[in-house]
């Protein structure tokens, strides 16, 4: 049965389609502003204009969804640029669904202040000379009313990727209260302390300025943590669960697989995706080959869709 491509295609067990990829887009001020990524080859910051032609590329390939990341002009300690009307993701959330020719696409908005805090932390700080804290309730109040203000602004679904205790059922409150009961909530509900989300700082502009995520991120040891913690956000209303990172977490998202029914995404997250660009650059390996094994074993796990930057380029092949 493996004698062909089209007897192996004919009994092969798991399956990709560009419907089941999200493309992760990252929003910057300005005009005509395509600014590469210098960590993360054939990644940008976009202005406005230039991710709506991104999305309508997206759209052309058959793409499952776009994830919003935000850069502010301007940061403060209150993170205002998450959840101001006119903030960065709000404006392009407008322009995209104003675009006919993105209605394929769902419009995936991440909630966290790392991007737009001063000091970024995913939450409210508190200091006390070299010590600080991060505010968890004061936080969870700000991180709601982001929700509330990306889906008013057009967000299909929202999704909180701080890992704050008691943000899911404070968001799903927030914008019941909103009128906003058809927003579904994507919770990064294992999120993992990780090296893997290095070059994504850059991308984002949000490397903390001291300390690290430690103390709010999962413990990469505790697998049975994360399926408490899984547990938690379904109690508090999230609809669908999303892990990340990915592939050095195979073993979570085949555990999260057997144990929940609900919709269940994975993330892989931007170190991921340069560590395989930097060996594809070297001739280490095969890039398409490298690429969709590194997608299937994702799928393969128990993914039911992939957040990655190689989102267009798997399409293209996947066509």
């Known amino acids: 049965m493996r004698r062909t491509e089209a007897l192996r295609s004919l009994v092969r067990e798991t399956h990709l389609t560009p419907g089941s990829l999200i493309n992760p887009i990252f929003l910057c ?3 005509g502003v395509r600014k590469p990524i210098s960590s993360m080859p054939g990644v940008f910051n976009l202005s406005i204009d230039e991710a709506v032609k991104e999305a309508e590329a997206c759209a052309a390939l058959g793409l499952g969804g776009l994830l919003l990341f935000g850069l502010p002009a301007e940061k403060d300690d209150q993170a205002t640029g998450a959840w101001a009307a006119d903030g960065i993701v709000q404006q392009g959330l407008q322009a995209l669904k ?31 000379g070299d010590r600080y804290e991060i505010e ?28 704050m205790d008691g943000r899911v059922e404070a ?32 991308a984002a502009d949000s490397a903390p300025q001291f300390g690290d995520r430690r103390s709010y991120q999962m ?11 899984i547990d938690q956000d379904i109690i508090e209303g999230a609809d669908m669960i999303l892990m990340k990172p990915a592939m050095p977490y195979l073993d979570v998202i ?31 390996l095969e890039p398409e080959r490298a690429m969709m094994e590194s997608l299937l074993s994702i799928r393969r796990a128990g993914a039911d869709f992939i957040v990655t930057y190689f989102a267009k380029e798997a399409a293209k092949v996947l066509a």
């Open 219 to 229: 413990d990469g040891a505790n697998i049975r943590e994360a399926m408490r913690e």
């Open 171 to 202: 968001m799903r409150t927030a914008l019941d209260d909103s009128k906003l009961v058809n927003t579904p909530i994507l919770s990064y509900a294992s999120k993992f302390a990780s090296a893997f989300y290095g070059p994504f700082r850059e």
């Open 136 to 163: 968890n309730d004061a936080s969870v109040a700000l991180l709601a009313k982001t929700a509330v203000s990306l889906a008013q602004a057009g967000a299909d679904i929202v999704a909180p990727s701080d890992m």
């Open 98 to 128: 104003r675009n006919r020719k993105l209605d394929s696409l769902a419009m995936i908005a991440d909630v966290c202040l790392c991007e737009y805090t001063s000091h970024g932390h995913c939450g409210i700080v508190s200091r006390d």
């Open 29 to 31: 001020p300005g005009e």
């Open 254 to 284: 085949r555990a999260a697989r057997e144990r929940y029914d609900v919709p269940l995404g994975a993330y892989q997250v931007s170190g991921e995706y340069s560590m395989l660009q930097a060996a594809f650059a070297r001739g280490w």
